[in-house]
């Protein structure tokens, strides 16, 4: 059974602080890992992905990977209030199996 | 803007009753997701779809679902004697290639009472 595992949180952080968010995978042959955002009563918005050992930075956000430790994290800088959600990180099943497997979400709560 | 567009938004049906939740992609996709999410779980794959086939499905995808893309447009998912537990938003995705990013529609919220 894969498993994806995240901090259900609350997480709370002050407006323009750095908010991290982490998501460890069970299954070693997953290959892409992406990071969603959901708002209450909405659909899963796409927000990162990556495929490599490394980090990878998209305006705000930052995420990191370490398929050693089976590891994948999201940061979000200069953290705003519109930012407040739930965070999915999302793992797909590797070995020629695309179906993604999610986490429960982190919800973040961006104070202002 | 979505990228595909689900209807309904809400559908409300009998127990035992048949229902179709329809996925219209806004550009020309070959591949195609359905997942459910219960209210306060975590988001769940039940199929997917390449090429008017079924490529991968989950274990809740039994006898009772079915996927077609009847008119090469719109893509279906139809749910069979519906039951209460069959109360979700239901999500359809879709993606550029079999490890791309998927793109999530804005849901059809199904209840069954």
């Known amino acids: 059974q894969k498993e994806v595992e995240q901090n259900s949180g609350p997480l709370s952080v002050p407006e323009g602080a750095i908010a991290s968010l982490n998501c460890t995978y069970s299954?070693?042959?997953?290959?892409?890992f992406f990071w969603y955002r959901q708002y209450s009563g909405k659909s899963p918005e796409l927000i990162m992905f990556?495929?490599?050992?490394g980090d990878k930075e998209d305006g705000r956000f930052t995420a990191q990977l370490n398929k050693a430790s089976q590891y994948v994290s999201l940061l979000i800088r200069d953290s705003q209030p519109s930012d407040s959600a739930t965070y999915l990180c999302?793992?797909?099943?590797?070995?020629?199996?695309?179906?993604?497997?999610f986490g429960k979400g982190t919800k973040l709560s961006v104070i202002p | 803007e979505p990228e595909v567009t689900q209807t309904p938004s809400h559908q409300v049906t009998q127990m035992g009753q048949e229902v179709i939740l329809r996925c219209v992609p806004i550009?020309?996709?070959?591949?195609f997701y359905w997942y459910r999410q219960i209210l306060g779980q975590k988001v769940e794959f039940l199929v997917s779809?390449?090429?008017?086939?079924?490529?991968?499905k989950s274990e809740i995808f039994d006898d009772q679902f079915s996927v077609e893309r009847p008119d090469g447009s719109n893509f279906t998912l139809k749910i069979r004697s519906t039951k209460l537990e069959d109360s979700a938003m239901y999500f359809c995705?879709?993606?550029?290639?079999?490890?791309?990013?998927?793109?999530f529609g804005d849901g059809t919220r199904l209840s069954i009472l």
């Open positions: 999302a793992v797909n099943g590797g070995a020629g199996s695309y179906q993604l497997t």
């Open positions: 299954d070693r042959g997953s290959q892409s």
């Open positions: 990556i495929y490599s050992n």
């Open positions: 550009s020309n996709h070959l591949y």
């Open positions: 779809f390449y090429n008017n086939e079924i490529s991968e």
């Open positions: 995705a879709r993606s550029g290639g079999d490890d791309q990013p998927q793109h």
